[in-house]
RNA sequence: GGGCGAUUAGCUCAGGUGGUAGAGCGUCCCUCUGAUAAGGGGAAGGUCUCAAGUUCGAGUCUUGAAUCGCCCA
């Protein structure tokens, strides 16, 4: 017996039962030890989660995939790994540890101490693990995971005492330490489990790698001006930047006038003599440029100019009676205020060596810096210089650019190529630094009313206006960037980028597209900046000596030999600060004292190790060599190519010069139902837990595997509803079916049944119908698709296929065997129907078992073990679907080919057939005496191969062939358009056009005798000419492809009472029904009927009692209860059933 | 500014090598029903973004434009 099944089960609930069946069975242990010695492995490297919030819906995507695979090579044999990865370090646990503290500024930090910031940072790491776990578990990912509780204890104790020496145990081994050191232990061999980035070996091995790097000479300390965010006081990276940086902002925009000093006006082309005149008599001349960033004027140094722009010389009078000239773009009048006169134009690239009044010389730091520059210029003395750069362009502002080297980008570059001084104006807060006269201690954002009071007591200013632009924003808290000048370490990209080019072209990128994006990005990329001026993260291992010369240290054993000092405040501890920061190393030839730079590393650095650090690259390289490289790792498409994807690449090419996986699976974003990003703030987000409550993560996970990669996922309850509703619904009905009718007849599978390979011996153990064996042929048809497509790793055709098989079985088969399973007796068609029902079921659980490894697992046990998941146990050995061996594909016999074919048309007739019974407006409940077919010898041999399902299923008494030419059918003559276009060219449309206004009736007869025809003198072969059927106009009739089905409605008195006799069939059904009857209750039924319907009764006594399992039928006065009474057709009926 | 991709039914998307447009969802109608939170049949709905070109013939090929993505400056 099966446990009973309903077809109203709450599919989420009936998950958690299946998650406590795993946990009590340890039903995931038992898969390793199955698969532990197996010849075959399948290495996945998981990509880490940032374990720094709870995991979302767009997570449970790349997951669901990661699992997949997983499962689908479990099934297939393969032993695995099953590791999970935690990304642990990084400004994004910093600023939300700031936040929960209420900390503002770096300053903070310092105050609150960094030692006891870092043990938070690791505290919200491992609470968000633990956190992330118990959700992945929630969406059926299987995966050696930690138990969140031991997590969240770790994570008590790490705040609370991390010295504290604690015990761990693991397969009867006990782990001793402090609760930092087993902190910085997890998911090492000794403790196993997930990997954390913030591990000691994850730190090591990076430093190994960094060591490496700087052997061949590409490390670097370089200076540029890079993106800046003030709050967090570290510079944030190309990479970072690019990603999700940009935000609509409202700044002030100043225009300022930048008086001309010496200026050469020769190859200027003037209106008229008399505009030369004016522009002499002009007491100020002046450069107007604009710009967006107010704060870098104070440090402009020079202005640049487009050498190929035009440029306009305006004249205007100012109110207060001041005569000015002005040079600015000539498409950028617009920027003027009030009236003003053209007196004539100028190519920049003549304005080139100009030179005009510095606005701020007077500031201390801008002396200190000039005086500098001419100590370095043998004393000449500098002045503000108007260059020429391709960039500048018209489309905003003037045409002119101030340039200020020491706080712009590009401004920087130019600086370097003119040799111009460089002025860095802000400290790491945003903050004026000393010597900026009256802007010192102020902050960038803040000083723009400032800066034009001042500007317009030099007489500088010319206006103001607000200006809506895209800037730059941090990505982590969201505050406005600056650009600041600062020392940064880089990894040098001249010579890497090229072997890298070399490596991602060894990888199989899904979709292909991803290799040219990879590629694009390592041909364009800057060097590699490895360094953030923070707390919590890797600790370079750079130690700089006074003389500017650096050491990097590529391991724990190596620094301990060098370290002269601090040894003893650092050992015992994690490598991250501050007690790293203790220790000094001693120069081997100059004995300089050398200390660690304070800067923490780049958090793609811990990430791209992981081919490494976790498959015990340093420690067991014969593990490593076992490993190495993974078979497939996958991750969405935005971003990675910069990060993760990059940063393993570049780990693995400067290690191995190896790929470090063979394929990578990208995919696209998830966004809301409207095709809109999820915000929490914008209140469209759906959180994980509650997709999972709500629709059950197998409805997720077949949503998420049927998705195309490329395209964004439109992610929402009207998308999971429909999958519910398409999928899961129609195969749980299936299931429930057979379970309710295999409990009624009491028929159990036997042992051979059970066993995985039943499926293709059945026929010699059942007397199997026709479509038993289409279905079982439609299964291995689908087993063979999914399997081919699994192991392409392309999810969509191999879940769509399922889908199509579902469809199928439930609308076809299933439908169509309702009533050998509703037979009284245990007939040998009703065993090979439910043997092939019960292996078509089996053998679909293992199928979509690593899709929905919750809805399978329920059918198995209750298909194998006949028990309900509730109280489901460990059977020993393989007992969960999941510890199965997945349906191996098989090649189909030519029989079942021709079998699926064979069933392809006649479903094709039957469609056509239900079509001219919508037409007729007779009921299908209503017998017709015959329909008629028009159709060539294979759909003849098909339709009388399956004649009796078709008078089934279309209700009717006979088929009969029609002749080709008959009342039913005309013929339309089309030109083969794809052969006689080619063939005829030019004169193709009026040969169409007269074939097609000719008789057909010749034309049908030659062709069909292989004869060619003529037309407008043309010979045409018969293959030349498309000849189709077409349904005679009045007729009630069908047709498609060449097949016409028409109905003949005449009704009989004999008809019209099998008729009647249906409609009472299916009353009594309704009352067994609604009295809660079980399929197999017999009944006993009291009728009363007028007179019509009474003589339709006891001629079809036989059927109705039949159909309704009514062990006696008899006219009399119905009784009171289950009684029904209802008018049809013009008949009345009153009847009454009771339980035998 | 450069590169790549897209633009087809109300929505989401298919449409080798040119031959007269399809699916799912949604809407409406009909129907079946002891799988019933299902099932079946049908209908309406499209100047295939626009323009020019090649061709007997262009959703498909070429060029240009517009709009929208993504990537890079």
Same mark, same amino acid.
Request: glycine residues 6%; hydrophobic residues 40%; negative net charge.
């Given at each position: 017996?099966?446990?009973?099944?309903?077809?109203?089960?709450?599919?989420?609930?009936?998950?958690?039962?299946?998650?406590?069946?795993?946990?009590?069975?340890?039903?995931?242990?038992?898969?390793?030890?199955?698969?532990?010695?197996?010849?075959?492995?399948?290495?996945?490297?998981?990509?880490?989660?940032?374990?720094?919030?709870?995991?979302?819906?767009?997570?449970?995507?790349?997951?669901?995939?990661?699992?997949?695979?997983?499962?689908?090579?479990?099934?297939?044999?393969?032993?695995?790994?099953?590791?999970?990865?935690?990304?642990?370090?990084?400004?994004?646990?910093?600023?939300?540890?700031?936040?929960?503290?209420?900390?503002?500024?770096?300053?903070?930090?310092?105050?609150?101490?960094?030692?006891?910031?870092?043990?938070?940072?690791?505290?919200?790491?491992?609470?968000?693990?633990?956190?992330?776990?118990?959700?992945?578990?929630?969406?059926?990912?299987?995966?050696?995971?930690?138990?969140?509780?031991?997590?969240?204890?770790?994570?008590?104790?790490?705040?609370?005492?991390?010295?504290?020496?604690?015990?761990?145990?693991?397969?009867?081994?006990?782990?001793?330490?402090?609760?930092?050191?087993?902190?910085?232990?997890?998911?090492?061999?000794?403790?196993?489990?997930?990997?954390?980035?913030?591990?000691?070996?994850?730190?090591?091995?990076?430093?190994?790698?960094?060591?490496?790097?700087?052997?061949?000479?590409?490390?670097?300390?370089?200076?540029?001006?890079?993106?800046?965010?003030?709050?967090?006081?570290?510079?944030?990276?190309?990479?970072?930047?690019?990603?999700?940086?940009?935000?609509?902002?409202?700044?002030?925009?100043?225009?300022?006038?930048?008086?001309?000093?010496?200026?050469?006006?020769?190859?200027?082309?003037?209106?008229?003599?008399?505009?030369?005149?004016?522009?002499?008599?002009?007491?100020?001349?002046?450069?107007?440029?604009?710009?967006?960033?107010?704060?870098?004027?104070?440090?402009?140094?020079?202005?640049?100019?487009?050498?190929?722009?035009?440029?306009?010389?305006?004249?205007?009078?100012?109110?207060?009676?001041?005569?000015?000239?002005?040079?600015?773009?000539?498409?950028?009048?617009?920027?003027?205020?009030?009236?003003?006169?053209?007196?004539?134009?100028?190519?920049?690239?003549?304005?080139?060596?100009?030179?005009?009044?510095?606005?701020?010389?007077?500031?201390?730091?801008?002396?200190?810096?000039?005086?500098?520059?001419?100590?370095?210029?043998?004393?000449?003395?500098?002045?503000?210089?108007?260059?020429?750069?391709?960039?500048?362009?018209?489309?905003?502002?003037?045409?002119?650019?101030?340039?200020?080297?020491?706080?712009?980008?590009?401004?920087?570059?130019?600086?370097?190529?003119?040799?111009?001084?460089?002025?860095?104006?802000?400290?790491?807060?945003?903050?004026?630094?000393?010597?900026?006269?009256?802007?010192?201690?102020?902050?960038?954002?803040?000083?723009?009313?400032?800066?034009?009071?001042?500007?317009?007591?030099?007489?500088?200013?010319?206006?103001?206006?607000?200006?809506?632009?895209?800037?730059?924003?941090?990505?982590?808290?969201?505050?406005?960037?600056?650009?600041?000048?600062?020392?940064?370490?880089?990894?040098?990209?001249?010579?890497?980028?090229?072997?890298?080019?070399?490596?991602?072209?060894?990888?199989?990128?899904?979709?292909?597209?991803?290799?040219?994006?990879?590629?694009?990005?390592?041909?364009?990329?800057?060097?590699?900046?490895?360094?953030?001026?923070?707390?919590?993260?890797?600790?370079?291992?750079?130690?700089?000596?006074?003389?500017?010369?650096?050491?990097?240290?590529?391991?724990?054993?190596?620094?301990?030999?060098?370290?002269?000092?601090?040894?003893?405040?650092?050992?015992?501890?994690?490598?991250?600060?501050?007690?790293?920061?203790?220790?000094?190393?001693?120069?081997?030839?100059?004995?300089?004292?050398?200390?660690?730079?304070?800067?923490?590393?780049?958090?793609?650095?811990?990430?791209?190790?992981?081919?490494?650090?976790?498959?015990?690259?340093?420690?067991?390289?014969?593990?490593?060599?076992?490993?190495?490289?993974?078979?497939?790792?996958?991750?969405?498409?935005?971003?990675?190519?910069?990060?993760?994807?990059?940063?393993?690449?570049?780990?693995?090419?400067?290690?191995?010069?190896?790929?470090?996986?063979?394929?990578?699976?990208?995919?696209?974003?998830?966004?809301?139902?409207?095709?809109?990003?999820?915000?929490?703030?914008?209140?469209?987000?759906?959180?994980?837990?509650? *997709?999972?409550?709500? !629709?059950?993560?197998?409805?997720? $996970? @077949?949503?998420? /595997? +049927?998705?195309?990669?490329?395209? &964004?996922?439109?992610?929402?309850?009207?998308?999971?509803?429909?999958?519910?509703?398409?999928?899961?619904?129609?195969?749980?009905?299936?299931?429930?079916?057979?379970?309710?009718?295999?409990?009624?007849?009491?028929?159990?599978?036997?042992?051979?049944?059970?066993?995985?390979?039943?499926?293709?011996?059945? *026929?010699?153990?059942? !007397?199997?119908?026709?479509?038993? $064996? @289409?279905?079982? /042929? +439609?299964?291995?048809?689908?087993? &063979?698709?999914?399997?081919?497509?699994?192991?392409?790793?392309?999810?969509?055709?191999?879940?769509?296929?399922?889908?199509?098989?579902?469809?199928?079985?439930?609308?076809?088969?299933?439908?169509?065997?309702?009533?050998?399973?509703?037979?009284?007796?245990?007939?040998?068609?009703?065993?090979?129907?439910? *043997?092939?029902?019960?292996?078509?079921?089996?053998?679909?659980?293992?199928?979509? /078992?690593?899709?929905?490894?919750?809805?399978?697992?329920?059918?198995?046990?209750?298909?194998?073990?006949?028990?309900?998941?509730?109280?489901?146990?460990?059977?020993?050995?393989?007992?969960?679907?999941?510890?199965?061996?997945?349906?191996?594909?098989?090649?189909?016999?030519?029989?079942?080919?021709?079998?699926?074919?064979?069933?392809?048309?006649?479903?094709?007739?039957?469609?056509?057939?239900?079509?001219?019974?919508?037409?007729?407006?007779?009921?299908?409940?209503?017998?017709?005496?015959?329909?008629?077919?028009?159709?060539?010898?294979?759909?003849?041999?098909?339709?009388?191969?399956?004649?009796?399902?078709?008078?089934?299923?279309?209700?009717?008494?006979?088929?009969?062939?029609?002749?080709?030419?008959?009342?039913?059918?005309?013929?339309?003559?089309?030109?083969?358009?794809?052969?006689?276009?080619?063939?005829?060219?030019?004169?193709?449309?009026?040969?169409?056009?007269?074939?097609?206004?000719?008789?057909?009736?010749?034309?049908?007869?030659?062709?069909?005798?292989?004869?060619?025809?003529?037309?407008?003198?043309?010979?045409?072969?018969?293959?030349?000419?498309?000849?189709?059927?077409?349904?005679?106009?009045?007729?009630?009739?069908?047709?498609?492809?060449?097949?016409?089905?028409?109905?003949?409605?005449?009704?009989?008195?004999?008809?019209?009472?099998?008729?009647?006799?249906?409609?009472?069939?299916?009353?009594?059904?309704?009352?067994?029904?609604?009295?809660?009857?079980?399929?197999?209750?017999?009944?006993?039924?009291?009728?009363?009927?007028?007179?019509?319907?009474?003589?339709?009764?006891?001629?079809?006594?036989?059927?109705?009692?039949?159909?309704?399992?009514?062990?006696?039928?008899?006219?009399?006065?119905?009784?009171?209860?289950?009684?029904?009474?209802?008018?049809?057709?013009?008949?009345?009926?009153?009847?009454?059933?009771?339980?035998?």
């Amino acid at each position: 017996m099966f446990q009973p099944v309903s077809s109203q089960t709450d599919f989420p609930a009936q998950e958690r039962l299946v998650l406590a069946f795993w946990k009590r069975t340890r039903a995931f242990d038992r898969l390793r030890q199955l698969r532990a010695h197996a010849e075959k492995q399948f290495s996945f490297i998981d990509g880490p989660i940032t374990a720094n919030n709870p995991m979302g819906v767009h997570h449970a995507w790349g997951r669901t995939y990661k699992d997949l695979w997983q499962r689908f090579f479990a099934m297939k044999g393969y032993n695995q790994r099953w590791q999970n990865g935690f990304d642990c370090q990084g400004l994004w646990v910093e600023v939300n540890v700031e936040k929960d503290m209420g900390f503002k500024s770096k300053r903070d930090i310092e105050v609150y101490g960094v030692e006891r910031f870092i043990r938070l940072c690791k505290q919200r790491v491992l609470n968000s693990a633990a956190m992330q776990t118990e959700q992945s578990i929630r969406l059926g990912y299987w995966m050696d995971w930690d138990d969140p509780d031991e997590l969240r204890w770790l994570a008590q104790k790490i705040v609370e005492d991390p010295q504290q020496v604690i015990t761990l145990k693991r397969d009867g081994r006990t782990i001793r330490g402090t609760v930092e050191q087993i902190v910085g232990m997890l998911g090492t061999p000794e403790l196993e489990r997930s990997y954390f980035t913030f591990s000691d070996e994850n730190n090591y091995q990076i430093w190994a790698f960094l060591k490496k790097c700087h052997e061949r000479g590409w490390i670097y300390r370089g200076e540029d001006v890079i993106p800046w965010c003030p709050r967090c006081a570290t510079g944030i990276s190309q990479h970072e930047i690019d990603t999700e940086g940009y935000k609509d902002r409202e700044d002030p925009a100043i225009t300022v006038r930048m008086k001309l000093r010496r200026y050469d006006v020769s190859h200027a082309e003037w209106v008229s003599e008399a505009a030369r005149e004016k522009f002499e008599r002009a007491p100020g001349k002046f450069l107007l440029a604009w710009t967006t960033t107010p704060w870098t004027l104070p440090v402009n140094v020079m202005a640049s100019v487009g050498p190929k722009l035009r440029y306009a010389i305006v004249r205007q009078v100012h109110k207060d009676g001041e005569v000015a000239v002005y040079f600015l773009g000539a498409k950028t009048l617009h920027m003027l205020r009030g009236e003003y006169e053209v007196l004539g134009e100028i190519l920049g690239a003549h304005m080139v060596g100009w030179t005009y009044e510095g606005l701020f010389d007077d500031l201390p730091a801008v002396i200190d810096a000039l005086k500098r520059w001419e100590d370095l210029h043998d004393g000449r003395p500098f002045e503000h210089p108007v260059i020429a750069w391709d960039e500048v362009s018209e489309e905003e502002g003037t045409g002119i650019v101030h340039n200020a080297p020491g706080a712009g980008p590009e401004d920087y570059q130019l600086g370097k190529q003119h040799s111009m001084p460089k002025i860095a104006p802000l400290n790491e807060d945003g903050y004026y630094l000393d010597s900026f006269g009256p802007l010192s201690g102020k902050h960038a954002h803040e000083v723009p009313e400032l800066v034009e009071s001042l500007l317009k007591a030099k007489g500088y200013f010319y206006r103001h206006e607000k200006y809506l632009h895209r800037y730059p924003h941090c990505w982590r808290c969201g505050t406005p960037l600056v650009y600041r000048m600062v020392d940064e370490w880089y990894i040098s990209m001249d010579e890497l980028r090229y072997h890298m080019m070399e490596v991602a072209k060894q990888i199989n990128w899904i979709p292909p597209f991803g290799l040219e994006r990879e590629l694009d990005w390592l041909r364009n990329m800057r060097d590699w900046m490895i360094s953030k001026k923070r707390y919590w993260g890797l600790a370079l291992p750079i130690w700089e000596y006074p003389d500017g010369t650096f050491e990097v240290i590529g391991s724990y054993e190596e620094l301990k030999a060098r370290a002269v000092e601090g040894w003893e405040a650092f050992e015992g501890h994690t490598p991250h600060r501050p007690y790293i920061d203790h220790i000094k190393i001693r120069h081997p030839v100059t004995g300089l004292i050398g200390r660690r730079v304070p800067d923490v590393g780049n958090p793609w650095l811990d990430a791209g190790i992981v081919a490494y650090s976790t498959l015990r690259y340093r420690t067991d390289r014969r593990y490593w060599e076992r490993w190495f490289p993974a078979d497939f790792i996958t991750e969405s498409f935005p971003g990675q190519f910069r990060n993760w994807f990059y940063a393993l690449i570049a780990m693995s090419t400067v290690l191995e010069g190896k790929p470090p996986t063979r394929t990578i699976l990208g995919y696209a974003t998830l966004l809301d139902e409207k095709g809109e990003p999820m915000h929490k703030s914008k209140g469209n987000a759906i959180e994980f837990n509650e *997709a999972a409550d709500k !629709a059950g993560a197998d409805v997720m $996970r @077949w949503l998420y /595997a +049927r998705q195309r990669y490329d395209d &964004n996922l439109l992610f929402g309850y009207n998308a999971l509803n429909e999958v519910r509703r398409q999928v899961i619904l129609p195969l749980w009905n299936v299931y429930a079916f057979f379970v309710t009718y295999a409990n009624a007849d009491g028929w159990t599978p036997n042992e051979a049944l059970k066993a995985d390979n039943a499926a293709w011996s059945l *026929a010699q153990h059942y !007397a199997l119908t026709t479509l038993d $064996r @289409w279905v079982l /042929a +439609r299964l291995a048809e689908t087993v &063979n698709t999914v399997n081919e497509h699994l192991l392409a790793f392309d999810a969509r055709p191999a879940v769509l296929a399922i889908e199509s098989f579902i469809e199928d079985l439930s609308n076809w088969y299933v439908r169509r065997s309702r009533e050998r399973f509703w037979g009284s007796t245990m007939t040998a068609e009703k065993q090979a129907a439910y *043997a092939t029902l019960y292996t078509v079921l089996t053998t679909l659980a293992r199928l979509i /078992a690593p899709i929905v490894p919750f809805l399978s697992e329920v059918m198995w046990q209750n298909l194998i073990y006949g028990v309900s998941v509730e109280t489901a146990q460990d059977n020993g050995g393989a007992f969960s679907v999941h510890h199965q061996a997945y349906p191996e594909p098989r090649a189909l016999t030519e029989a079942e080919r021709a079998l699926l074919r064979e069933m392809a048309l006649v479903r094709t007739v039957v469609a056509l057939g239900h079509n001219t019974r919508a037409q007729s407006k007779v009921k299908v409940r209503q017998p017709l005496n015959k329909i008629t077919i028009v159709a060539n010898d294979e759909v003849r041999r098909a339709v009388l191969a399956q004649r009796e399902l078709i008078l089934d299923e279309l209700n009717v008494k006979d088929i009969e062939f029609a002749e080709q030419e008959s009342e039913l059918v005309t013929y339309r003559v089309a030109a083969d358009a794809r052969k006689l276009g080619k063939k005829l060219g030019a004169a193709f449309p009026r040969v169409r056009e007269t074939l097609e206004r000719m008789p057909t009736s010749p034309i049908v007869q030659a062709v069909r005798a292989g004869q060619p025809i003529t037309v407008d003198g043309v010979e045409l072969q018969p293959d030349e000419v498309i000849v189709q059927p077409v349904p005679r106009a009045g007729l009630i009739v069908a047709g498609e492809d060449g097949i016409v089905v028409g109905l003949d409605t005449t009704l009989t008195e004999a008809l019209i009472q099998e008729g009647l006799a249906r409609e009472v069939v299916r009353r009594i059904n309704d009352l067994r029904k609604a009295a809660n009857l079980n399929v197999s209750d017999r009944i006993e039924t009291t009728y009363k009927a007028t007179p019509r319907l009474a003589a339709a009764i006891a001629a079809f006594a036989d059927f109705v009692r039949g159909e309704t399992l009514s062990l006696s039928l008899r006219e009399g006065e119905p009784e009171d209860e289950h009684r029904t009474s209802d008018t049809f057709d013009g008949e009345t009926l009153t009847v009454s059933i009771r339980k035998v």
